[in-house]
């Protein structure tokens, strides 16, 4: 299948017009590195660093090895890549083409990429052959007979059966082969990257080129950023923070990223005091990694001068121990995949500022807060908060979603609860949607639940996030149970319905029965009241 655009924006228009939709690609600013300055730094990976010049050459054989394949103008390319050289080499050759990538972020298992293959009708598949001990070939060989669009698996590092080296594809391409086949509009979708939320599946939300540029130009003016800005990069590059300001954000500032695939603090302070790094975007365990790291003293990590945290609740604390113990602005941002950084707090504002709120209105971007009605009400007042801008996406690649996240008039409806002061500052208050948000990724709790039902001896279960210092929330399954479980049986059973490690709960308790309103919805405020008390109902036994 080719992706088409779902809904139009009722503000594309206004858009064009004020220049905040420039007409840029994805990939121009890397072509334009890549003549410009073709022998500065552009990406470093573990022990591999690549020019401008060197990266561009890799993405023309790439989009040549993809158009060898058959991949042309909307066809999707997927690719479940950690932080490495060939997720940037990937993302941009696809873009080249006019094709549409799919990153999938590597925790994924089974379950989740079999149903993005499916719905996006991926063509071509990229893998590690193993990545943190999970060996993604097996996975693969599994999901094939059910995935009948995937004609070609392309794996970096030993290919196995039924699949294609990356390096053999690259070497043997002639980079004469990928001129696109199609002049290419900006207004094309470029992305579709899954998003779990309230519903059971995940949800693909579509990207143009127009709406990608916009927001990390909005975060370039907002941070002040210039090429002497080098950007570490911790986030997962198929996360849309990562893929925003690890893949894209640095070559438009023709400047240099440096790539952490797996997270670890004292690494992480290693290569940002002797990479000289500045910048960086990333959930709140990255930031709480940063500043509680045993071995912090003695170190001139003075190069990192800005820190936007989001995807995760942020404590206040945390930014000021930030800007306390590494001397730098650590500051709160608030968005979601659909619509990437809505709101932020200028560098040169108060640390209070960057502390308690999730700042104003970034750039062009609007929001409001609704009440029931869907009427805006008074500042100061809590309510659903709506948002829309340049970068909100193009909708969903299941259309029939649309309806009910987006407004006639483009508002999205963003399902989070917030405040907003007198001076436009917001403040997230809680989630209408039922999601936990552990470590900058929503996960649904009704996903977790339809599985849990499934078990023989559960009767009902109930599951709601719990309060975390590092990864912001964790899972906890209330569990009305015919025999007693444990924690460890029910998880070993979710791993056999191959669900990823993060939805696993990390907390069980057992019910005798699940609190309801009269309609016998679950009061899951009453569940996650219990977990802040000593009154959590006993076990059956």
């Known amino acids: 299948m080719t992706v088409e655009l779902t809904r139009a924006s009722p503000q594309a228009a206004q858009y064009a017009a004020s220049g905040d939709w420039s007409g840029r690609l994805v990939d121009e600013a890397l072509t334009t590195g890549a003549e410009q300055h073709p022998d500065r730094p552009a990406i470093v990976d573990r022990d591999r660093r690549r020019s401008y010049a060197e990266l561009g050459q890799a993405v023309q054989r790439a989009a040549a090895a993809l158009a060898g394949l058959g991949v042309g103008p909307g066809d999707v390319v997927s690719f479940q890549l950690p932080n490495w050289l060939e997720a940037a080499i990937v993302y941009h050759a ?20 079999e149903f993005i293959l499916r719905q996006t009708g991926s063509r071509v598949l990229v893998i590690p052959d193993r990545f943190r001990r999970f060996d ?16 070609h698996v392309l794996v970096v590092g030993a290919p196995g059966a039924g699949a294609t080296a990356f ?32 519903e059971s599946s995940p949800k693909g939300v579509l990207h143009s080129h127009e709406t990608l540029v916009y927001e990390c130009r909005s975060i370039i003016d907002l941070y002040e950023l210039d090429d002497r800005d080098r950007v570490f990069m911790p986030s997962p590059v198929t996360h849309i923070t990562g893929l925003l300001y690890g ?10 990223v440096v790539l952490q695939d797996v997270w670890d603090a004292g690494a992480a302070l290693d290569v940002i005091e002797r990479e000289r790094l500045s910048f960086c975007v990333g959930a709140t365990p990255f930031l709480h990694g940063l500043v509680h790291a045993p071995d912090l003293a003695g170190r001139d990590v003075s190069c990192l001068r800005v820190f936007g945290c989001g995807g995760a609740d942020v404590p206040p604390a945390l930014i000021r121990e930030a800007h ?16 990437p950084t809505v709101t932020g707090t200028p560098l040169r504002a108060p640390v209070d500022r960057h502390a308690e709120t999730d ?140 669900v990823a490690n993060q939805k696993l709960p990390e907390r069980l308790e057992l019910v005798p029965t699940l609190p309801k309103t009269a309609s016998g919805k679950v009061q899951k405020f009453r569940l996650r009241d219990q977990l802040h008390s000593d009154d959590v109902p006993a076990a059956p036994v």
Request: glycine letters at 10%; a negative charge.
């Open 94 to 113: 696809t873009a080249r083409l006019g094709a549409v990538s799919n990153p999938i972020i590597p925790i994924y298992r089974g379950r989740e990429v």
């Open 136 to 151: 993604y070939r097996e996975m693969v060989a599994e999901l094939r007979p059910r995935t009948p669009d995937l004609e």
């Open 167 to 198: 390096a053999a594809a690259l070497q043997d391409a002639d980079p004469r082969a990928a001129a696109p086949v199609r002049r290419r509009a900006a207004s094309d979708a470029v992305l579709v990257l899954y998003t779990s939320g309230t």
């Open 247 to 256: 893949l894209m954000l640095p070559f438009m500032l023709g400047s240099t």
């Open 324 to 339: 306390a113990r590494l001397g730098m602005v650590a500051s709160r941002l608030y968005g979601s995949t659909e619509c």
């Open 359 to 498: 700042g104003r209105a970034i750039g062009a971007a609007e929001l409001r807060i609704v009440g029931e009605d869907g009427v805006p009400v008074p500042a100061g007042t809590r309510g659903d908060l709506q948002v829309r801008g340049p970068d909100l996406c193009l909708g969903y690649l299941d259309a029939a979603l649309n309806d009910r996240a987006f407004t006639p008039d483009g508002w999205f409806r963003s399902g989070d609860l917030a405040v907003v002061d007198a001076e436009g500052s917001v403040r997230i208050s809680g989630r209408a949607k039922d999601i936990i948000l552990r470590g900058g990724e929503n996960l649904s709790a009704k996903e977790i639940e339809d599985l849990l039902f499934e078990h023989p001896d559960v009767e009902e279960a109930a599951v709601v996030g719990y309060p975390d210092r590092v990864l912001g929330e964790r899972a906890c399954a209330f569990v009305v149970a015919r025999r007693p479980l444990t924690l460890d049986e029910l998880v070993a059973f979710l791993r056999g319905r191959r």
